[in-house]
Structure formats: structure tokens, C-alpha cells
């Protein structure tokens, strides 16, 4: 029989779960209801949106409920049809942070419509840079793991629009950070990157092919500017866009993408000795290199013109660096090596040359 104690600890149990959840229901209905009937005050309407996004923020379960009751598909409405620019923004992270927390949600938002409305944010002379960056957050999060995004993206040409924003979204020539102008469009830029590099991933797909269209001005980008701002992204979708692909990999040696990277290697490795940001930046190229030359047979002068072996030993030695990224050299000097055993047996020793 159960005590009167152990009943009154199990209520205490029963209250903390369940009045959360009714709050959290309560508020998001009377969120929506404030949306619906705020259509004339745009400030209200976002902070409404701020509130809801932070309730759905890592919480799948009000992600689902708000699906439920139709918020959702309203603030998908509202992101198309509002004239003020801040709810349309408010209103884009929110679709995101909502399809984030919960794949229902990113599933029922997953169509070729949505993607052709954000072509359009994305497309339209009069979108703010902010909005824009809202849109390709938005598309990220669609593309996600999440091979039906990922075909969207390339079937309604949203890819295209995407690789033209990495072409021309920033100047190489003008790479001042601190200035906020430069820095909101690098923040764009660098978004743009993001969503590239999950359009190729989880699964490997035909976007692979698509997006390395782009490899000529990405390795324009690394050849002119050496900045982790600039050398990371690029590095990541380089990476991501090669990997398991000999076809694109291939494609890459030949525009000189892979010259290129063994010569910011090599720079970075020099610099290694006096910068401890050098070093690791070194490994991300060290990386995506390895991406490049696994099971290519086709790079081994690259590899040998460049010492690329000898540069990496040199790097391993480095104690700023951790047992992860060394175990990455590692890795990386033994694809070399093997490719060498392929290529040129007599090389080899000049190819570890200190």
C-alpha cells in the first residue's frame, strides 16, 4: 500500500510536467491570436514572433504544437504577404528555429513553393541584406539532412541562386571586416557558405556536380586572401563538395584548386612558428586536402611538386595542436603516401624531404 508521502511526492511530479506544457500551449495560443489581430502593428507582430521562436528554440514538442494549431503555415503566410520588412524577418528565423527544433515541422515546409518564395527574397532588388540572410537561414535548415530539400533546392534552381550569391555577395578586394557595411554582406556570404556545404552532405548527392561550378573563384578567394574568416568556409565547402566524388575532385586539380591549397599550406605552416591561429588553420587546409587526394590517383605531382608530405610532418610537430588534429595530418600523410607508392616509388624519399 502506498504512503500518503509517496502519493503527495508523485502529485509534486505530475504538476511539474504537466502545468509546462499547459503554459506553453496557453501562450503559444494567444501568440498566434496576437499575430492574427496585430496586422496593423508590425513592432507587435515581431515581438509576438521573438516570444514564439524562443518558447520553440531546442523544444520539439512546442515546435510540434504550434504546427498543430496552424501557426506554422500562418507565419509562412505572413513571411509572403507582410509590407514591413522586420516582420518579414522575424518571421523567416522563425519558420526556421521552428523547422530546426522539429523534422515535422521541416517536413510539412519542404516544398518546391517554399523554396520558389525564397528565390524570390533572395532574387528581389528591394530585399534588405538582413532579409536575405533570413531566407538562406531558412534554406539551410531545409536542406539539412534532408535529401527532399536538397533535391527542391536543385530542381527549382535555388542552388543557382545560391552559387551567384557566393560569386558576387563580397569583393575580394574589399575585405575590411570592421567595417559594418563589409561585415553584414560577409555575414551573408558566409551563411551562403553554410547552406552550400549542407546541400552536398548527409546524403551525397547530384549538387555535388552543381556546386562545383563555383571552384574557379573559390580558389581565386583562397589564392588572394589567407584570412580564417575567408580560408574556413571556403575550406568547408571545398571539402564537403569533393568528398567520395573522384569526378569533382578531378574537376578541382584541374582549375588549379589543389596547387592552390598546397600553396596556402605552405605559407600557413611557415607561419606556424610564430602564430598559434596559423597552425590551426593549417590543419582545416590539411583537411581538405585529404577530402581531394583520398582514392585519386590523378594528384600525385601536385603532392610531390609541393612536398606536401615533409610540410606535414613538419606541422605534426607542433605541440599548440591537439590530439585530434594531429591524428588528421596523420591520416592525411598516409593518403599521401599511398598515392606515392602508385605514382613514383623513387620520389618518395625526396617527397619527405625536410
Not at 186 to 211: E, I, K, M, R
Not at 285 to 293: E, F, S, Y
Not at 308 to 314: A, P
Request: net charge negative.
Amino acid at each position: 500500500m502506498r504512503s500518503k508521502e509517496n502519493i503527495h511526492i508523485s502529485c509534486e511530479i505530475v504538476l511539474k510536467l504537466f502545468f509546462p506544457l499547459t503554459e506553453m500551449k496557453t501562450d503559444l495560443n494567444l501568440l498566434l491570436e496576437c499575430l492574427k489581430y496585430q496586422m496593423d502593428s508590425p513592432a507587435s507582430q515581431k515581438e509576438a514572433l521573438v516570444t514564439i521562436y524562443s518558447i520553440c528554440q531546442q523544444n520539439s514538442d512546442a515546435s510540434d504544437y504550434f504546427r498543430e494549431i496552424g501557426g506554422l503555415m500562418f507565419v509562412n503566410d505572413l513571411a509572403k504577404s507582410s509590407v514591413h520588412c522586420i516582420v518579414k524577418e522575424a518571421a523567416l528565423f522563425t519558420l526556421a528555429v521552428v523547422m530546426e527544433s522539429n523534422v515535422y515541422c521541416q517536413q510539412t515546409l519542404c516544398t518546391s513553393e517554399l523554396f520558389e518564395d525564397l528565390i524570390f527574397f533572395l532574387t528581389n532588388k528591394n530585399s534588405s541584406v538582413n532579409l536575405k540572410r533570413m531566407s538562406v537561414y531558412v534554406i539551410l535548415v531545409l536542406v539539412s539532412n534532408n535529401s527532399n530539400g536538397q533535391t527542391h533546392i536543385r530542381e527549382t534552381g535555388c542552388i543557382g541562386v545560391l552559387l551567384q550569391l557566393f560569386r558576387t555577395t563580397l569583393s575580394i578586394s574589399e575585405m575590411n571586416l570592421s567595417d559594418e557595411n563589409i561585415n553584414q554582406y560577409y555575414q551573408l556570404w558566409s551563411s551562403v557558405c553554410s547552406t552550400l556545404c549542407a546541400c552536398v552532405n548527409n546524403p551525397q548527392n547530384d549538387n555535388q556536380n552543381t556546386c562545383c561550378l563555383v571552384f574557379p573563384h573559390a580558389k581565386d578567394w583562397l589564392q588572394s586572401c589567407t584570412k580564417p574568416e575567408i580560408v574556413r568556409p571556403i575550406c568547408s565547402f571545398v571539402g564537403l563538395t569533393v568528398a567520395n566524388n573522384s569526378r569533382v575532385q578531378e574537376y578541382f586539380v584541374s582549375v588549379g584548386g589543389l596547387d592552390i591549397l598546397a600553396e596556402v599550406l605552405i605559407k600557413l605552416v611557415r607561419d606556424s612558428s610564430r602564430t598559434y591561429s596559423s597552425a590551426k588553420l593549417a590543419v582545416v587546409v590539411t583537411k581538405t586536402l585529404d577530402a581531394c587526394i583520398a582514392d585519386n590517383s590523378a594528384v600525385g605531382d601536385v603532392l610531390v611538386k609541393y612536398q606536401i608530405v615533409s610540410k606535414l610532418l613538419r606541422l605534426l610537430t607542433y605541440d599548440a595542436l591537439d590530439s585530434g588534429e594531429k591524428i588528421s595530418i596523420i591520416l592525411t600523410i598516409g593518403h599521401c603516401t599511398e598515392g606515392c607508392a602508385l605514382w613514383n616509388l623513387s620520389n618518395r624519399e625526396y617527397l619527405v624531404k625536410p
